[in-house]
């Protein structure tokens, strides 16, 4: 038996011990999930989860175990996943922190940075957001003018970030702050961590077309930040901020799998026009709409298979993110928007008496989903990106 | 048969426009969509001192005579505004269905309409019907009706209510007192008034027979096609204002070609738009196939509306995605507009019907 | 019984008496209509037809007497066309010079060319061509390269024309040439008249993916042409152009409406799928396609006749004619795809065994109307036009 | 099942585009397009040294063995090239046609078309029957075959045809000496070889019976869009090469941004069209659900291809209208492509009764 096979043996029988049958429901929403920090309190299950996890290392399996983080190779961080997803379990810990700012300190961070920070990520006792966008800079990101003025061995941070996931529910944000204003746009930016507690800092949620949501605004007014949490150097801020933008797209392209959505669309449809003698949706053209969408769904399932095999073929990774984050939106703004119409009448409830449930989220999902196309990067920017980078046609 | 306005139109445009300038600022329509009726009676008595609820009808009913292009134009600058005020459902739906119904109950109640101190809603729609007009399973029987209706517009408002029943020949329609009813209010993603009408055997009258109500959903579609035509007129200015201040790299957006042309291309449907909906106007007016100009421009127009109103969010970018900025507020109603009376598919296929498709 | 009543009763008569019985039926395209000129041979009837109308000033209504013209009043015009409507009766001559050139001429042109040619445009003599396009310059018509140099008492031209409509059965040629290099783009171009038949000039029929076509090569290799051909200033073309160009604009956008073809595509279509129990075109995924096409064209339609009305009611055109081309190619051009579409496998024919000419004319009409979105001002330029003129939207 | 070439594909694809960039240029597709068979026998020879036509077949029938992904690589590059040598209609239907059909007549003829030694057409297509399978009027009977077929691709140069013909038990294939029957060469818009088939009582030997030529068009429409997808590659890469060359206002117009987020669109499109391409070779060579995938990729890839080739004409402008460009040649393959075994709206519509809508 090989140490992998021995190791998969024992990772097999330890999840079968240490995880709450709670924990092999599938989830609706990662809000089920634990995100770590101070600020939420999370079910006892949930919990005994996550800490389960953290005491083996599974909630940053390929992490230096100096930091906390598992310590294992890629083969058998893959045999972790492999036995987890058989064993249908939740991911006992997820959030910014573990998919963004802890790679990006292991690879960029000081010492000192690692050692403050990646122990409590990996633990989950810290929760991260991050702090990119602005009011006044949307696509062009660079704009961005949120000030910091060196004051001794610390930034006063003066400016507004907008769009911050979660920010009333995290302990800490990292973001992007100018250092320099005389440099050009990009070069005078600075890569900043700084704790939420701080004085001056006032955070206020979003509401959305679609209702409540995770977005917030951040206000800072004389935030001090300590120079010791700049990440890279000062003014550096943009190639660690770049880094980061490829990686969220993806994740965004990814939130839109569901493989659930087309049933749900099919039976929806059957239910509001009905079926036909043969025991088709009874509307032709509805029938082929929907068919449409899915074929163009399937299409693109397959695109992101066929990146996934040649990434284990050894291909590296191009601007696919791009047309990932471009198309998957697009199909999930066709997806909501056609359960709206097959919902018709029953689709116009906001809330209350005479709509169902599902009705009324099907109503908001399809709001919401118009934000697809604009968040981490909008289609306009992803198609600037793929005729630029991918077709190289010429800049004006 | 002309397509364009003339001069005593325009005037009463310019009178609409500033009317909902200095009288209905998007903030009171905001407030107003927690409201139990969802409109202020004060604003809707203020249009009635100005005529509008009369414009389309004869004189001798009380209205102006003017015709119904005089309140297409009415309702274009209030779509623009959003205004909630009931003209759809006590104008268009209450008055064109007391004006082709029994003449006693027109001779009742049309002059209360044009003047403003009645409220009507016509509850045409059961759970489950989706875009049918014909499978009401309320019945009139013996003078009186029993059966439920869901999303009546102004149905919470509404002094008398027009209902559709099964009775003797088919589905006809019915004059009920409204304070004889149950209702409750119903959030609609717009915060218009829509509500769930209970009948348990409510006394009515007959007001007319099968073939009625889809004439009274025709004129009042033609009638909503005029106020989606002002609100996707407004939100494409919103973001027709918006490409030209706006910065991002140093230039204003709207300097992007493909931004450019997109916005062209809205324009270009803006203007198809106008010209459906004013033939359907002039076809109301001047006699003549009303349901296929109805559905022609319905047709159009529910597409249109949301297209726009969805473009105007991709250019404001985020923005356009808060509660706060009023970009929501239009895409509700394009989506609240585009089913109510059927949405374009149903009217394409309305239309492919009467055309001999 | 006024003037006007007595002009209607004397024009009707006249008609009765003096259009020919095959005047009187409608044609499939131009090419049986008289457009004038020395090389082509038309039928008797036609020019019979044609010239009756010439000797009345019935070719060119409007225009003043001394040259030939009809020298009526815009209200006698407009009762001269409706007696021919009613009538039913095809225009007796057609063509460049009376839609184009001649108008200019009359406008702009010196007392000796217009001597020289509005006569011979009225009578049919002549017949001509627009020499604008170049293969270098396509929708930048400002950056054409033919050069006229001067020599004398003229200048000697030297260049190539492309996409000129029927300059192989053309007698002259009104052209664009760059009189002086050093200009900006638009200052240094003059407008031309040339005569077709200078040494020099030769003239190359082009072959669409369509097939045959009207439009033409023409080159120029020291051709000389006299200075007082010049319309306008030398070096003020740039105006004589633009106004022809609005002109042709609007001729383009009204090629493609026919009236029966909404026929033809509802018969083809219930001849290819057959009709349901409701007597309906049984496919109703393409009854759905087919209806959402008519009713755009409806919608356009509706939009002519507004601007129409407009114009009737007083209003100064605007860009309308940008909007017209657009709107109206592309629906020419779904139009062309729909009738491929319904064909089916019959669609595929060029030629020969086993197609009808129906089909093959429906493949070939969809293959060339391909190029209405790009000939007479690309889309793209239109759009353009329509964002800069009519939304104001900003240069960068 | 993986999505990605392997080495040896990919060998055998730069093969293939050397074979096509040396062998094959546009102007000799040009020229044999008024050809009486409309390929060139020669070139079919060579690519039968390289063992081309006998690639997916197993090596004990003469062929490679290797499946049909490497067919892929060969047709995806042929088509790019737009050659009209007769892969489609001998190996993937004919070639097809024997594999599934009966042993005896496999074992004769397999071995044949994997040397390139013989050349085969399906006749399956009658006047008027559109796009179904089933509706032939051609019968078999007593051993022998009357009927009429349109449209047999490869027709004119078949030694041997397969018709589709309604016989004991519904519509089967048999086998018939393509030298006894009358053959005439029709002119379609791609040039390439289709004939019109009329037998008069032509003996014929059964190969399969009702299910058999369903199956056969799936292998085929699988292969066909491998070809289409070479060649809605190849407008592309025009297209982008023109884009960044021509210029207009004196910039290259590959810089306009509306027509930069255009060429974005279609390549975008070519990636989802490979992926889809891929997974029906993938399920071809691994067994599944051949037919699903077969529609998935039609369906796409039919409005795909016809829509870059449409774009690549607007993109060049009036020079891509002309005959001489060789645009327009990639423009009627595609509409050819598309109709071939069926349009999108018929593979939607089967692939929607496969997935059970």
Redesign the interface.
């Known amino acids: 038996m090989s140490d992998l096979d021995t190791f998969r043996a024992e990772t097999r029988a330890w999840l079968i011990a240490n995880a709450p049958e709670s924990m092999r429901a599938p989830y609706r929403t990662t809000e089920e999930l634990c995100w770590g920090g101070k600020k939420v309190a999370y079910p006892a299950d949930v919990l005994r989860w996550r800490d389960a996890c953290v005491e083996r290392g599974f909630t940053a399996p390929t992490w230096p175990r100096e930091y906390g983080g598992g310590g294992l190779d890629k083969a058998s961080a893959k045999v972790l996943a492999e036995e987890m997803a058989a064993q249908r379990l939740r991911p006992p810990l997820i959030g910014f922190g573990l998919s963004m700012i802890g790679p990006l300190l292991l690879q960029e961070g000081s010492e000192a940075l690692r050692r403050e920070h990646i122990p409590a990520i990996v633990r989950g006792d810290i929760r991260w957001c991050q702090g990119y966008?602005e009011?006044g800079?949307?696509?062009?990101l660079a704009?961005l003018q949120t000030r910091a003025v060196a004051d001794g061995d610390a930034f006063i941070v003066n400016g507004q970030k907008?769009?911050t996931s979660y920010a009333d529910k995290s302990d800490w944000m990292f973001l992007l702050v100018r250092t320099d204003p005389a440099a050009r746009n990009q070069d005078g930016i600075t890569f900043l961590l700084m704790d939420m507690s701080s004085p001056g800092v006032t955070v206020r949620p979003?509401?959305?077309?679609s209702?409540a949501s995770p977005f917030c605004e951040t206000f800072l007014a004389d935030v001090r930040v300590p120079m010791a949490n700049v990440v890279g150097r000062v003014n550096g801020g943009w190639a660690m901020a770049r880094a980061l933008l490829t990686h969220e797209r993806t994740m965004i392209a990814d939130v839109f799998r569901d493989r659930d959505d087309a049933d749900r669309l099919r039976t929806a449809a059957r239910a509001?026009?009905g079926v036909d003698a043969l025991g088709r949706i009874a509307?032709p053209?509805?029938r082929d709409r929907i068919v449409a969408l899915e074929i163009d769904q399937a299409c693109f399932d397959l695109t992101l298979a066929r990146s996934r095999d040649a990434a284990k073929a050894g291909a590296r990774p191009g601007h696919e993110s791009s047309i990932f984050k471009l198309v998957g939106t697009e199909l999930n703004q066709r997806r909501r928007d056609l359960a709206?119409?097959v919902n018709?009448?029953q689709?116009?409830?906001?809330?209350?008496?005479?709509?169902g449930e599902d009705d009324i989220k099907a109503?908001r999902d399809?709001?919401r989903s118009?934000?697809n196309?604009?968040?981490g990067g909008?289609?306009?920017i992803q198609?600037n990106i793929i005729s630029k980078r991918v077709l190289a046609l010429p800049e004006k | 048969m002309?397509?364009?306005l003339d001069e005593d139109q325009k005037l009463l445009a310019d009178a609409a426009r500033d009317f909902v300038a200095t009288r209905s600022s998007l903030k009171r329509v905001r407030a107003l969509r927690d409201d139990d009726i969802g409109f202020s009676r004060e604003l809707w008595r203020e249009m009635a001192r100005l005529g509008w609820p009369g414009l389309p009808f004869p004189e001798e009913l009380g209205g102006a005579g003017l015709g119904w292009r005089y309140l297409m134009v009415v309702l274009e600058e209030l779509g623009a505004g959003l205004a909630p005020e009931p003209l759809v459902s006590t104008v268009l739906l209450g008055g064109s269905a007391f004006l082709y119904g029994d003449p006693d109950l027109r001779r009742e109640h049309l002059p209360r309409i044009a003047a403003g101190d009645e409220l009507v809603a016509v509850a045409y729609?059961e759970?489950g019907t989706?875009?049918a007009l014909d499978r009401a399973t309320t019945r009139f029987a013996a003078g009186t009706i029993v059966g439920e209706k869901?999303?009546v517009m102004g149905g919470s408002s509404a002094d008398w209510l027009i209902v559709s029943a099964h009775g003797p020949g088919g589905v006809g329609l019915y004059v009920v007192d409204a304070t004889r009813v149950r209702r409750?209010r119903?959030?609609?993603?717009?915060?218009r008034d829509?509500a769930?009408v209970r009948l348990d055997g409510v006394p009515a009258t007959p007001l007319g027979g099968p073939g009625l109500l889809a004439r009274v959903i025709d004129v009042a579609t033609i009638g909503l096609c005029a106020e989606m035509l002002g609100a996707m007129g407004a939100a494409f200015a919103m973001t027709?204002a918006y490409?030209?201040t706006r910065t991002?790299?140093?230039?204003?957006i709207?300097?992007?070609?493909?931004?450019?042309?997109r916005?062209?291309?809205l324009?270009?449907d803006l203007?198809?738009?106008?010209?459906?909906t004013?033939?359907a106007h002039a076809v109301l007016d001047a006699g003549g196939d009303v349901a296929r100009a109805a559905s022609?421009a319905k047709?159009?127009l529910s597409d249109a509306f949301l297209r726009v109103a969805?473009e105007a969010?991709?250019l404001h970018?985020?923005?356009?995605?808060?509660?706060?900025h009023d970009?929501?507020l239009y895409?509700?109603r394009a989506?609240?507009a585009e089913?109510t009376f059927g949405?374009a598919?149903h009217h394409?296929?309305r239309?492919?019907?009467l055309?001999?498709?």
Not at chain 2, 248 to 252: D, N, S, T
Not at chain 2, 254 to 261: C, D, N, T
């Open positions: 966008s009011p800079a949307g696509s062009d704009s907008i769009w979003i509401r959305l077309i209702g509001a026009v509307d053209v509805l709206v119409r018709g009448p689709a116009l409830g906001w809330d209350g008496p005479g709509f109503t399809w709001l118009r934000g196309t604009i968040e909008t289609s306009e198609l | 002309t397509l364009v729609q759970a989706r875009y869901v999303q409750t119903q959030h609609r993603i717009d915060g829509a769930i027709l490409l030209k991002q790299f140093g230039v204003p709207g300097s992007f070609q493909a931004l450019q042309h916005a062209a291309r324009y270009i203007e198809l738009c106008r010209s459906a004013m033939h022609l047709a159009k969805e969010i991709q970018g985020g923005i356009g995605m808060t509660e706060e970009l929501g895409l509700k989506r609240v089913i949405d598919a394409r296929a239309w492919a019907e055309s001999g498709y």
